[in-house]
């Protein structure tokens, strides 16, 4: 059984920053690719970052140079890192497997206004 838990996200205004994690039981990271997905209000989820277990890191072009996406193995966890926020980046935030998903969690709310 594979568990996974958001949070971190709250809300900020324009510029600021956030470091989301995502806490994992039941998976072991070091055999796994891990992404961050968001969705926002009226709009598809979409996968915003990936780190491969061989340590690449992925992002879509509306985050890259704001956002790093990080893991620890030892700690089966792994972070967004997310600076210069930006309205557009409101939504709920989720982790998971980008190939074969598990079951999503609740994901964290992150809202960006002033």
């Known amino acids: 059984q594979v568990q996974l838990v958001e949070s971190g996200g709250g809300l900020v205004q324009p510029g600021g920053s956030l470091r989301l994690s995502c806490a994992a039981s039941?998976?072991?990271?070091?055999?796994?690719?891990m992404g961050w997905y968001r969705q926002a209000p009226g709009k598809q989820r979409e996968l915003v970052a990936s780190?491969?277990?061989?340590?690449?890191?992925m992002y879509v072009d509306s985050v890259k140079g704001r956002f790093t996406i990080s893991r620890d193995n030892a700690k089966n966890t792994v972070y967004l890192q997310m600076n210069s926020l930006k309205p557009e980046d409101t939504a709920v935030y989720y982790c998971?497997?980008?190939?074969?998903?598990?079951?999503w969690g609740q994901g964290t709310q992150v809202t960006v206004s002033s």
């Open positions: 998971n497997r980008p190939r074969d998903p598990f079951d």
């Open positions: 780190f491969t277990s061989g340590g690449a890191a």
């Open positions: 039941g998976i072991r990271f070091s055999t796994n690719t």
